[in-house]
Nanobody, 113 residues
Framework: QVQLVESGGGLVQPGESLRLSCVDS??????YAWYRQAPGKQRELVAS???????NYADSVKGRFTISRDNAKNTVYLQMNSLKPEDTAVYYC?????????WGQGTQVTVSS
């Protein structure tokens, strides 16, 4: 059974950084993505990474966020720099394998002065 556990969220001030982690209980040789959902808004794709480490980013986070993976630790990361208030949301890790999608429980990121 696939289990994804996110961590690393918190409350930070604008301009600060956070690193989110997503630990996968199963094989990590899959496509992973980080999504976020702000109150009253639809869930949106933030970044994705393939098993070959090809990455893709939403325009709103390009140059500020970096997605990466550590296969030895079964972990996918989202490094978030220069955070803005509009980055405030619940961030979710998603795994896609053999056409099925699995989600973590989410971690709250709040950017506020």
């Amino acid at each position: 059974q696939v289990q994804l556990v996110e961590s690393g969220g918190g409350l930070v001030q604008p301009g600060e950084s956070l690193r989110l982690s997503c630990v996968d209980s199963g094989s990590i040789f899959s496509i992973y993505a980080w999504y976020r959902q702000a109150p009253g808004k639809q869930r949106e794709l933030v970044a994705s990474i393939t098993s070959g480490s090809i990455t893709n980013y939403a325009d709103s986070v390009k140059g500020r966020f970096t997605i990466s993976r550590d296969n030895a630790k079964n972990t996918v990361y989202l490094q978030m720099n220069s955070l803005k208030p509009e980055d405030t949301a619940v961030y979710y890790c998603k795994k896609v394998v053999w056409g099925s999608a699995y989600w973590g429980q989410g971690t709250q990121v709040t950017v506020s002065s």
